[in-house]
């Protein structure tokens, strides 16, 4: 009910404050996602109570959600104290030119928090490339921050993270593709902040554009996968570590 009103409605549960009293299994019931739009964002706080969320699957095929996970994109928001267990698994496969952003606990953050919180579904993405040039954002916490209050706080991500993208076509126009894939965020903009957060467990990550004269940026890493600020708007990652192999596969012209 809480995912279908907000999901429908942008006004819904503005500042709203939800405690989790239970354990929930999703026992594979196809998720797509709280707040799964920039439209219709979840704009709430929600304490997990330390209680946990087992077994969640989301699978994609099309091309919506983009924001992808438990919670899709926060807006002004905060998800706290939420543990996902289990053998859930978000799994993306598809040629279209859609940008993505996957995070098994929240996809997107515009001005938010995630603390406190632990997840262990894995992420499968088996990608071909459209003839267009795309984006896409993976995290084993969140995919992207932005905004000067965003942040990941005590988190830890135990999820595999596989991710495979092949380009099949030959064509003189010139594409390009960039993939920003981190054990904890995928992407930090200017004046977020990553701490006392960690990742375990392998990244496979596989890249294949052999014989074609396109361009396929890689930015990985077992924290963050890219970061960019300034001087007055820094970055800020500390206290946080990588004990997962990094296992990569790069096939270029």
Known sequence: ??????????????????????????????????????????????????????????????????????????????????????????????????????????????NSQVVNCSNNTDVVVDRTAAIASYNIYIGGISAYLTGNTSKVDKCLSQGVITYDFTSTFNSSTSYSWSHYIGGVVGYLSSGTLIENSGHVNPMNIKVDISGYYQTSNLYLGGVVGYMTGSSSSPVIVRKSYNRGDLNVNLKTY
């Open 1 to 110: 009910y809480m995912a279908n009103e907000i999901n429908t409605n942008s006004n819904a549960y503005i500042d709203a404050h939800f405690l989790l009293i239970s354990d929930i299994d999703m026992n594979g019931y196809p998720w797509a996602g709280i707040g799964y739009s920039i439209s219709n964002p979840f704009q709430g706080h929600f304490d997990g109570n330390n209680h946990t969320i087992e077994n969640l699957n989301i699978t994609i095929t099309g091309t919506t959600p983009v924001y992808i996970g438990l919670f899709g994109y926060l807006q002004n928001a905060s998800v706290s104290n939420t543990h996902i267990i289990g053998n859930g698994q978000i799994y993306l496969a598809n040629n279209n030119s859609v940008t993505y952003y996957i995070g098994p606990v929240a996809a997107y953050l515009n």
